[in-house]
T-cell receptor
Framework: EAQVTQNPRYLITVTGKKLTVTCSQN?????MSWYRQDPGLGLRQIYY???????DKGDVPEGYKVSRKEKRNFPLILESPSPNQTSLYFC????????????????FGNGTRLTVT | AQKITQTQPGMFVQEKEAVTLDCTYD???????LFWYKQPSSGEMIFLIY??????QNATEGRYSLNFQKARKSANLVISASQLGDSAMYFC????????????FGSGTKLNVKP
């Protein structure tokens, strides 16, 4: 089954304790990205990756890191989480194919609900 | 700058009636894609429908259709014959033209279908 898998689904942590949210896709997609969802703000893009070793900032990258060492994996790292990073996080992927890329929808993981106390 | 605007935080519709969810967008790119996603209470994001900036006809997928008015920069989602299972959050999104890597989402519309 084609899917994007995020883990964990729920995470409660304390301020300053480093954490990693994993994301893996089995569709051989070049493009992967991370979003956070907050009430009234919709989804906002944190980071994206166009391919292995190619990443760039989205609209809200502060406090986050990513890496893309393998095509299928795109982990999100919070090195020193703070309470304002409490949110619902989504990983997503899509094909990336030049001019036709703009018509490629995102395939989302099931989300990770993070609480930082 | 916000690229996608959804002005209806919440809506009610009677079962079996049609409903329109509004979405306006802002871009100077000639090429872009517009998408609608459904988020049920379980939280997952479900892709519903897509409209390309060069498409001449409005997109349709089953009970979903997209009322695309390019000059007005609007991409409203129409759900016909609403069902109880349509109760969910709905997000409008745009994939940028010159920068294919950027996705912009609206703040969402919470739809409640009444029996």
């Amino acid at each position: 089954e084609a899917q994007v898998t995020q883990n964990p689904r729920y995470l409660i942590t304390v301020t300053g304790k480093k954490l990693t949210v994993t994301c893996s896709q089995n569709m051989n997609h070049e493009y992967m990205s991370w979003y956070r969802q907050d009430p009234g703000l919709g989804l906002r893009q944190i980071y994206y990756s166009m391919n292995v070793e190619v990443t760039d900032k989205g609209d809200v990258p502060e406090g986050y890191k990513v890496s893309r060492k393998e095509k299928r994996n795109f982990p999100l790292i919070l090195e020193s989480p703070s309470p304002n990073q409490t949110s619902l996080y989504f990983c997503a992927s899509s094909p990336f194919g030049g001019q036709s890329t703009y018509n490629s929808p995102l395939h989302f993981g099931n989300g990770t609900r993070l609480t930082v106390t | 700058a916000q690229k996608i605007t959804q002005t209806q935080p919440g809506m009610f519709v009677q079962e079996k009636e049609a409903v329109t969810l509004d979405c306006t967008y802002d871009t100077s790119d000639p090429s872009y894609g517009l998408f609608w996603y459904k988020q049920p209470s379980s939280g997952e994001m479900i892709f519903l429908i897509y409209q390309g900036s060069y498409d001449q006809q409005n997109a349709t997928e089953g009970r979903y259709s997209l009322n695309f008015q390019k000059a007005r920069k609007s991409a409203n989602l129409v759900i016909s014959a609403s069902q109880l299972g349509d109760s969910a959050m709905y997000f409008c999104a745009m994939r940028g033209g010159y920068n294919f890597n950027k996705f912009y989402f609206g703040s969402g519309t919470k739809l409640n279908v009444k029996p």
